[in-house]
């Protein structure tokens, strides 16, 4: 049966039920269940509730059609829904080979009429493969297992997704995993080339394929099918109906647009203290210098162990005259021994296991960021001993939830099963503080997180890419993971300069690979070093604070001489490019523009911007093309057709449309200002 109810399409047939409506312009928003009703979460998941735009709805017999906008949804006699853009043009639509359904659809609607005048995607299609494109498979006493499917378009290239550890910026082709882990953040948004987004709005564990014979989508345990999609001209405007759709990020405050000093880990105050003080004593441009984990005397104390931290109040003063704003880690992880372990269990805010014993980390228990109450409890605790000594940004880690071991079926949250909505923990992370912050009057939040899931940005979320290699090609999986991630819609984003895991300072092939990467950060969105830096500094104790160890000196000036200067010279770059940047974070606030962005969305008519992948705009004006290989002092660059583009440090004016090979020796990294933008790069 199909019938309208107000803006919605609704088709019941058998045990299942469709509704498709419009959610924002030129956008709709499709559920499928085969439950007796239409579920509803506990929590907000990506989607804000939408203005409430006017749908052409039509209904012939079985088959129906549905108009927002640029976007239509066609919904056949045999149940396949199809989308097309306003010229008509197919965009999506389901990959549907059922010989029941199709006949069904035949006998009951078009017996006796003519199909020849249909278009192909309105024909009953007989296949005997009796594949659905929306499959649910019980799970005995639960759930659904959940298949949703597409047909695939070989040509079409799509970005996004989040943030993969590999080198590829067109994912078309690939098998992406719909979890987090460290290093691995799945932000479920994904960009065509063919003129579309599409949300799949569901934080169940599950995976994707992209394959060039069918899109399949899976989710481990749901009992819904949701999702979003949009049609529009240009990647910019598929974007902003994403960011209006799913929220944007608050303005970045002027100190987080410089330069963030970090190390695995300062081990008193007065350590990190004496960095501040140098990089002052320097002349060198700092704005944030952070205190790494271990800070505490037990995990889930969530404050400063007094032994190695005395005044934390005057450290946070002092450093505040020196302009410089401290950023603190969080664990989300509880010992036994930590003073709040006890109540919190008996609340109930805790993640538990199925199986076995809940302790899933470094011996300890993982806060549960799904539970409201968890959420405002260990707000209360960074308040009481963090927020009201004037630290005002946070470094929430472990926001996957990090596990020892990586098995989605043992976890189980307040809002149900790791394997059902795990996906959605790094958005509730971020929205526990963000909302603690908001209500003690801070503005332009922004928190430091390893992870995010879609609509973590409009909590303020910054994202880095996790515990990662030290090497030249670590540096290329973080290129096309930030990019992609700005595509999926979390603008801020920033990596460990130079690698985690590793990496000794007195190492020349080492300093080559952070000079080349502390380039490349002076031009993404949080310019921040940091690492575990070798070899390795001894604990000062076996006991609160004292028993972790620490890496090797991490500052611009443990490098040696000649990366000391590279350092110094792109500090100073990026403390003037500033007011520029400000105009970037602006965008990102009030539209969803990625701040570093694919050749394609600057330049979407140009064929070749869509095949670059080691080259990006930073906004509008600037082309960076950083070198991402060991020796190689020149690169060829593509100048997109449809601008002329002067190279920042010659003056060279050149024609777009073509590729050119430039020199780039150890201290410089490739740029090109865009139609003679004056920028001041020299």
Request: contains cysteine; proline residues 6%; glycine residues 8%.
């Amino acid at each position: 049966m199909l019938r309208k109810e107000g803006n919605r399409l609704i088709r019941e047939f058998d045990s299942e039920q469709i509704w498709i409506e419009p959610w924002g312009a030129n956008s709709l928003r499709v559920r499928v269940t085969q439950a007796r009703t239409m579920p509803m979460p506990d929590e907000e998941w990506a989607l804000l509730p939408p203005a409430a735009p006017g749908a052409a709805i039509t209904i012939d017999g079985g088959e129906a059609t549905i108009t927002n906008g640029k976007i239509s949804a066609s919904l056949t006699a045999a149940g396949k829904i199809v989308f097309l853009n306003q010229h008509g043009e197919v965009l999506l639509e389901e990959y549907h080979r059922n010989r029941r359904a199709a006949m069904e659809a035949f006998n009951s609607t078009i017996a006796g009429k003519s199909t020849e005048t249909k278009p192909d995607y309105l024909r009953a299609f007989v296949s005997a493969l009796e594949v659905d494109a929306r499959e649910f498979s019980p799970i005995l006493g639960g759930d659904y297992e959940l298949t949703a499917r597409f047909e695939s378009n070989p040509g079409e290239k799509l970005f996004g997704m989040g943030q993969y550890q590999q080198p590829h910026l067109n994912i078309k082709g690939c098998t992406l995993e719909l979890a987090h882990r460290n290093s691995q953040a799945s932000v479920p948004f994904v960009l065509s080339s063919l003129g579309y987004g599409f949300l799949w709005h569901n934080p169940a564990i599950g995976k994707v394929t992209f394959g060039t014979n069918v899109t399949e989508w899976y989710a481990q345990s749901t009992d819904i099918l949701d999702y979003w999609i949009s049609a529009g001209d240009t990647p910019a405007e598929i974007e902003e109906a994403y960011a209006r759709a799913t929220g944007t990020v608050p303005m970045m405050p002027d100190y987080a647009m410089g330069f963030w000093q970090c190390k695995l880990r300062y081990r008193t105050q007065e350590e990190l203290l004496a960095v501040a003080r140098e990089y002052k004593r320097r002349g060198l441009p700092i704005s944030v210098i952070v205190a790494d984990f271990f800070h505490w005397p037990n995990q889930g104390d969530w404050k400063f162990d007094a032994e190695y931290w005395p005044d934390p109040k005057a450290m946070v003063n002092e450093l505040k005259e020196m302009g410089i704003e401290l950023m603190v880690s969080i664990w989300p992880t509880v010992e036994e021994s930590s003073e709040n372990y006890q109540e919190m269990v008996e609340k109930g805010y805790l993640i538990r296991a199925d199986r076995g014993n809940r302790m899933m980390l470094s011996e300890a228990a993982l806060y549960d960021a799904t539970h409201p109450g968890a959420r405002a409890y260990v707000w209360s605790k960074a308040r009481r001993n963090y927020y009201a000594d004037g630290i005002k940004i946070f470094w929430l880690d472990e926001a996957e939830p990090e596990y020892s071991h990586y098995h989605f079926d043992l976890y189980r949250y307040h809002l149900g099963p790791d394997v059902r909505i795990g996906n959605i923990y790094p958005a509730l992370y971020a929205r526990g503080f963000y909302e603690g912050m908001s209500e003690a009057g801070q503005e332009n939040v922004i928190n430091l997180l390893r992870c995010a899931w879609a609509g973590s940005q409009r909590y303020g979320a910054l994202v880095w890419s996790g515990d990662i290699d030290t090497t030249f090609r670590s540096m290329r999986n973080q290129f096309a993971a930030g990019l992609n991630m700005g595509l999926a819609g979390i603008p801020w984003w920033t990596t460990d300069i130079g690698g985690f895991h590793g990496g000794n300072p007195d190492d020349p092939a080492y300093r080559e690979v952070l000079a080349r990467w502390f380039q490349w950060g002076a031009f993404c969105p949080v310019f921040r070093l940091h690492g575990l830096r070798e070899p390795f500094k001894a604990p000062l104790s076996d006991h609160g604070g004292g028993k972790m160890l620490s890496g090797a000196d991490n500052e611009v000036w443990s490098y040696g001489e000649e990366v000391y200067e590279i350092c110094s010279r792109y500090m100073s770059l990026r403390e003037r490019m500033k007011p520029y940047i400000a105009t970037l974070m602006e965008a990102a606030h009030k539209h969803g523009t990625p701040v570093m962005r694919a050749l394609f969305y600057e330049f979407p008519t140009d064929p070749m911007a869509w095949e670059v992948s080691d080259q990006y705009l930073f906004g509008p004006d600037l082309l960076v093309a950083p070198v991402m290989e060991a020796g190689v002092t020149q690169r060829p660059i593509y100048l997109p057709a449809g601008a002329q583009w002067t190279n920042a440090w010659s003056g060279e004016v050149l024609a777009g449309g073509q590729t050119v090979t430039v020199d780039a020796p150890l201290q410089t990294i490739p740029l090109f200002l865009r139609d003679g933008a004056t920028l001041p790069i020299r």
